[in-house]
């Protein structure tokens, strides 16, 4: 990850600028003054990265961004879904945006790749001295000004930054346990490390609820409306649940059901019907099936 880049920093900027631009941009892309927009949060979620990797390690401040601490190589990517595509089986295209080593100077920084390192700090940056110490000066390497490259060596490819930018698609599916978990990580699909690795991806899930189903543990939850007399000699009835349209028995004293729905090849959804009992509609047809009920019931009961 380089920070600057994402703050819009120029290299040698101080920690108060980069606190500057944190704020501007959080304040932008804050999620509570962007509710729908998804893209807003995950920039947010990046500016907030970036100031947190400079407030770590300030050295990123002079355009250092091969830093080892795997932290600053992880990719966070905000996914906000209506969970009728969790039951449905949907397929999202995740974009990844990520720094990789830059295939120019095989992530050096330099044009001459590791002969081209800054001689009078050996390419770190910064000098150890009893005498700056003594007299409180910068440890940063006057030639080289921290990058750790003479300006005339640094990659034109990348500018002395070591990394180039890398886009991909990936396709994810979200299940139940996803939905639980609140995060799903892609493994090796973050910023590259300097050691040639790679961090991870973090899909941070938010929700878009709906008003008939809910998930609780590893179900669908579903409430219908019954008959008492379809709970007492038993029945069977269907329902709707995201536009698929599903049958179930009502077994005898039962208060709920589960079923299975094989949405399409690879996708099983279990689903729980509660029931709500609704009182019946008495007519004369049902007044008079209701005492024949009534009169069995005193029969066997003696």
């Known amino acids: 990850m380089n920070p600057l880049k994402i703050l819009g920093l120029p290299v040698g900027s101080s920690l108060d600028d980069a606190k500057k631009r944190w704020w501007q941009l959080s304040q932008q892309s804050h999620p509570d003054h962007n509710p ?12 907030t990265s970036a100031y947190d990797a400079l407030k770590s ?3 990123l401040l002079n355009g250092n961004v091969a830093h080892s601490d795997s932290r ?3 990719v966070l990517i905000a996914l906000h879904i209506p969970i009728k595509d969790i039951y449905l089986g949907k397929e999202f295209p995740i974009k990844i945006d990520r720094y990789v080593l830059c295939s120019s100077c095989s992530g050096t920084g330099s044009r001459q790749k590791h002969a081209g390192y800054c001689t009078h700090c050996e390419g770190q940056g910064k000098i150890s001295s009893s005498v700056l110490s ?5 440890p940063i390497c006057p030639v080289c000004e921290g990058v750790g490259i003479p300006k005339e ?18 396709k994810i599916r979200v299940s139940i346990n996803d939905y639980h978990k609140g995060t799903i990580i892609i493994k090796n699909a973050g910023h590259q490390n300097v050691d040639g690795s790679f961090g991870n991806a973090f899909i941070k899930l938010s929700y878009e609820y709906d008003n008939k189903a809910f998930i609780e543990n590893e179900y669908f939850n579903i409430y219908e409306k019954i008959l008492p007399v379809q709970r007492i000699i038993g029945d069977t009835a269907k329902t709707t649940i995201f536009g698929r349209t599903i049958r179930y028995p009502i077994n005898k004293n039962d208060t ?7 949405v399409k090849p690879g996708v099983t959804q279990h689903i729980r019907i ?4 609704t009182p019946p509609v008495l007519t004369e047809d049902t007044l008079e099936l209701y005492n024949k009920i009534l009169e069995i019931e005193k029969q066997t009961s003696l």
């Open 36 to 47: 729908d927009n998804p893209e807003a949060a995950q920039r947010f979620i990046e500016v």
């Open 57 to 59: 390690n300030p050295t």
């Open 72 to 74: 600053y190589h992880t």
């Open 134 to 138: 003594l007299l409180n000066r910068s």
């Open 153 to 170: 060596n640094l990659c034109p490819a990348c500018g002395g930054s070591k990394y180039e930018n890398d886009s991909s698609v990936r």
């Open 256 to 262: 709920e059901v589960y079923i299975r729905d094989e």
């Open 274 to 277: 509660r029931y709500l009992e």
